[in-house]
Nanobody, 123 residues
Framework: QVQLVESGGGLVQAGGSLRLSCAAS????????MGWYRQAPGKQRELVAA???????NYADFVKGRFTISRNGATNTMYLQMNSLKPEDTAVYYC?????????????????WGQGTQVTVSS
């Protein structure tokens, strides 16, 4: 059972910064992919940024140049540094981790989620 605990959300003015943390139970490098998603009221959950087990990163176009995803293996924590925040970045941000389990001939992917942390950007 994987546990993911987010922290670091809060209220910030437009143009400000926040750093989100996702503390994982166990070695984070065992995950195939880890990522940050967000969900604003009335909208679907969307990918913000992700990092593969090999360290390849991927960002949504709307955060490129402003957000940075990173990991710390010593603390089993993933981060999302958010700069130049905009009111439209307001959402609940979720941490996600995916890992493959089972034998090679019947491998399946398990996706785990944190409880979410609220980010509110005022104009």
């Amino acid at each position: 059972q994987v546990q993911l605990v987010e922290s670091g959300g809060g209220l910030v003015q437009a143009g400000g910064s926040l750093r989100l943390s996702c503390a994982a139970s166990g070695n984070i490098f065992r995950f195939k992919t880890m990522g940050w998603y967000r969900q604003a009221p009335g909208k679907q959950r969307e990918l913000v940024a992700a990092v593969t087990g090999r360290g390849i990163t991927n960002y949504a176009d709307f955060v490129k140049g402003r957000f940075t995803i990173s990991r710390n293996g010593a603390t089993n924590t993933m981060y999302l540094q958010m700069n130049s925040l905009k009111p439209e970045d307001t959402a609940v941000y979720y941490c996600n981790a995916e890992r493959d389990v089972g034998p090679v001939e019947a491998v399946r992917t398990i996706s785990s989620w944190g409880q979410g942390t609220q980010v509110t950007v005022s104009s």
